[in-house]
């Protein structure tokens, strides 16, 4: 699928959207990514929760934790900080997984 140079801001990702997409997310984000993702969603999310998203001296700790954390994290902080995170993967070089959840959404809605 050819990437789209604008995000599609008519496909609205909920909280079931990331329920659903969790193992594609996952498989797809690394910790750089989560990195920059937090970093975009700095003014939504408070230090507490990006110290328990990263958990930064944790022994044992992966990259795979740090992104289920954020999942976890999202839908609790509101609508418009999902809307947020769908952003930041995008202006994270992410737009592939975007348009590919944005396809997997769309279809579902027909």
Known sequence: MAESAEMDETIVWTRDCLR????????NMNDVTVRQVL????????????????????????TND????????????????????????WDCECQFLVNEIDQIERQRAN
Do not use: W, Y
């Not at 740090?66 to 993967?89: C, V």
């Open 66 to 89: 740090r992104i289920r954390n954020l999942l976890d994290t999202l839908p609790t902080k509101g609508q418009r900080t999902i809307d947020a995170f769908k952003r930041a993967l």
């Open 20 to 27: 659903r997409h969790r193992v594609r997310l996952l498989d």
């Open 39 to 62: 970093d975009r969603l700095i003014e939504r999310m408070s230090d507490e929760e990006r110290e328990r998203i990263l958990c930064d001296g944790q022994v044992g700790v992966t």
